[in-house]
């Protein structure tokens, strides 16, 4: 059993900073890729930002530059520091990632979803 617990959203002003913390627990073996998605009403579910377990990065254009994700694989947390908010990124912003898990005699990966954080960035 695993689970994705988040914490780091809230309200902020356009201009201002969060950051974003997601921690991995349970039976867990090992963790590949780590990333954040935002969702915003009416819209899909859509990539922000991933890190591989060796730590490298990807994040979609809108973001580049403002934000930064890292993860400490020691705490199977990963992170997203988020600065210079726009409006536009208000959404629900999910962590997500590949965890390595022992399934009866053998390994195997399945994706996990955090239960989302609100993020609003106001005018």
């Known amino acids: 059993q695993v689970q994705l617990v988040e914490s780091g959203g809230g309200l902020v002003q356009a201009g201002g900073s969060l950051r974003l913390s997601c921690a991995a627990s349970g039976s867990i073996f090992s963790i590949n890729s780590m990333g954040w998605y935002r969702q915003a009403p009416g819209k899909q579910r859509d990539l922000v930002a991933r890190i591989s377990s060796t730590g490298t990065t990807d994040y979609v254009h809108s973001v580049k530059g403002r934000f930064t994700i890292s993860r400490d694989n020691a705490k199977n947390t990963v992170y997203l520091q988020m600065n210079s908010l726009k409006p536009e990124d208000t959404a629900v912003y999910y962590c997500?990632?590949?965890?390595?898990?022992?399934?009866?005699?053998?390994?195997?990966?399945?994706?996990?979803w955090g239960q989302g954080t609100q993020v609003t960035v106001s005018s």
């Open positions: 997500h990632a590949g965890i390595v898990v022992l399934s009866t005699d053998h390994y195997e990966e399945h994706e996990y």
